[in-house]
């Protein structure tokens, strides 16, 4: 079978696209033939070695957590799932970039009825990222809440999550993603110099919560706004958090099957957008990653193997 691989730390030069034995699941879990899986900044990290300390990798390594397919094999202990099941789940393996992914059982649920084989191969990380950062700063009805990167394949689905609470929600993006924003209950403002002041018209001056998901100076602005450190997220600048006593809620606060099938259901019944905004071939992994790391895409990047 054909996965990505790399063999050392680096840029886009060092992803390959080999041919390596497919895999054999354990008696707890499955096989699955992969129809799409979605890339994360987080790989990016990983992939140069700036993670190395938190995620180190193993050479040679894989990539992917997202993925949807068909269950192509069980093992001998597995009674949920069966050869033909239509899934979708995430492994922490770095293993979903490849045509065959072995998965546990534990870590999987049915695809529902009517949801996109791209949004359920993506839907993982960025879905249970933007629930964990949601929850962390707990919107009410009547609380304004601030999210950078809100049309990224995080900031997306945040700023829809924050409103189905009943917050008033700002959204920080480029003015081609405005109106995508405001169609979804969310006030946009224009990122860049001069945004605190652009937030405090927005907002009549009062900011309940901020979700950071792009780092670059958001948990400090967030302070200038008086936004207490406690209602603070961020999945990005770990440091200015530390700093300040902010929040770090994010991948792997919310990693869990029962989130992923509600988000799924959510996304199904047309109550959660998950926005794709380009597919790639497995062959051409290099190209989705170079789209990714621009860090201006609206929604999600899915390869297709």
Not at 12 to 28: A, H, W
Not at 37 to 56: D, K, S, Y
Not at 88 to 94: D, E, S, Y
């Amino acid at each position: 079978m054909k996965a990505v691989r790399f063999h050392e730390y680096g840029g886009l030069d060092v992803l390959r696209v080999e041919e390596v034995e497919r895999p054999v699941p354990g008696p707890d879990q499955v096989l699955v033939e992969v129809r799409a899986a979605g890339v994360q900044p987080g790989e990016v990290n990983i992939r140069t070695g700036a993670l190395h300390e938190r995620w180190p990798a193993t050479f040679p390594s894989g990539q992917g957590s997202d993925l949807a397919g068909v269950v192509v094999e069980v093992g001998s202990q597995v009674r949920g799932f069966a050869v033909g099941d239509e899934v979708l789940g995430f492994t922490h393996n770095r293993a979903s970039h490849a045509e065959f992914v072995v998965v546990n059982d534990v870590n999987l649920v049915s695809r529902p009825a009517g949801l996109p084989w791209d949004v359920a191969g993506s839907l993982y990380v960025a879905g249970t990222t933007a629930y964990a950062t949601v929850f962390a700063v707990d919107p009410q009805p009547a609380d304004t809440v601030v999210v950078s990167g809100a049309a990224g394949g995080v900031g997306s689905l945040a700023v829809q999550l924050a409103r189905r609470h009943g917050a008033t929600v700002i959204g920080l993006a480029s003015e081609p993603n405005h109106a995508w924003l405001k169609d979804r209950g969310v006030v946009p403002v224009e990122y860049g110099d001069g945004v605190a002041d652009r937030i405090r018209q927005a907002s009549g001056g009062n900011v309940d919560a901020f979700i950071d998901t792009f780092g670059d100076g958001y948990v400090d602005l967030a302070v200038e706004l008086g936004v207490r450190p406690e209602r603070i997220n961020t999945i990005r600048d770990w440091q200015a958090a530390a700093r300040v006593g902010a929040r770090t809620y994010g991948e792997g606060s919310a990693a869990c099957a029962v989130v992923l099938g509600e988000l799924a259901r959510l996304a199904a019944r047309g109550e959660l957008e998950v926005p794709i905004a380009h597919t790639y071939p497995l062959a051409r992994v290099r190209d989705a990653f170079h789209e990714l790391e621009q860090r201006h895409t609206h929604g999600k990047i899915v390869l297709r193997p």
